[in-house]
């Protein structure tokens, strides 16, 4: 199995309160993903980074920002949470950018913003 | 702009057949699918690329006809394991933002 961690695994926070999401990797791997998970729209591209301090916006970026000061860690952030960003959030990982390449996905945050 | 999966959900019986299928309205250099059990990570099963090719896995195969953008998963002789939510996931050929688009899931039931 790929070494990639996300923490919390859980999370319930009010609206407006800043959260910060880790997923951390022991791969190496260059491109790292967050994607978030919603009942009847499946996975959607957040941000994604091809390498330290370079990051790009995915599908559904806005109320997101996204760091990536290592190689092993990428976090995403939610500024200000609203309950429209309760979903599952999934981090992947691949070695060169998705092309030929499979993702490795984390095990998944439930974020819950009442 | 996510590529359209068919069916929605599927109900099986063990030891049945199953197509799933991915279809896109952009020119596609690939094609991925995942799997996903309930509460558990997608996983991945394999990758098409652009040439029209099939692959297999043990008993799932697919295939892949780029001039149509379209993507079929087969589940042949289906297993109580098979059960779960199926995503294809495409790469566009115009080498657009890096990372997947995927479809909404096909949700498959297979039962004893």
């Known amino acids: 199995d790929a070494g990639i961690t996300q923490s919390p695994r859980h999370k319930v926070t009010e609206t407006g309160t800043p959260v910060t999401l880790r997923c951390h990797q022991t791969?190496?791997?260059?491109?790292m993903y967050w994607y978030r998970q919603d009942p009847g729209h499946g996975l959607r591209l957040i941000h994604y980074s091809y390498g330290v301090k370079d990051t790009d916006k995915g599908e559904v970026s806005d109320g997101y920002s996204v760091s990536r000061s290592k190689t092993e860690d990428f976090l995403l952030t939610l500024e200000s949470a609203t309950s429209s960003q309760t979903s599952v959030y999934f981090c992947?990982?691949?070695?060169?950018?998705?092309?030929?390449?499979?993702?490795?996905f984390g095990s998944g945050t439930q974020l819950s913003v009442l | 702009q996510q590529p359209v999966q068919s069916p929605q959900a599927v109900i099986l019986r063990e030891g049945e057949d199953a197509v799933i299928n991915c279809s896109s309205s952009?020119?596609?250099?690939?094609v991925h699918w995942y799997r996903q059990k309930h509460g558990e990570a997608p996983v991945f099963l394999m990758i098409?690329?652009?040439?029209?090719e099939q692959k297999g896995h043990e008993k799932i195969s697919a295939s892949f006809n780029e001039k149509k953008q379209q993507s079929s998963l087969y589940l042949t002789a289906s297993q109580l394991s098979y059960s779960g939510t199926y995503f294809c996931?495409?790469?566009?050929?115009?080498?657009?933002?890096?990372?997947?688009?995927f479809g909404k899931g096909t949700h498959l039931i297979i039962q004893p």
């Open positions: 098409l690329l652009k040439g029209g």
């Open positions: 952009k020119a596609l250099y690939s």
């Open positions: 992947a990982i691949s070695e060169s950018g998705g092309r030929r390449e499979k993702l490795f």
């Open positions: 791969e190496n791997h260059r491109y």
């Open positions: 996931g495409t790469e566009d050929s115009g080498g657009g933002a890096d990372g997947l688009t």
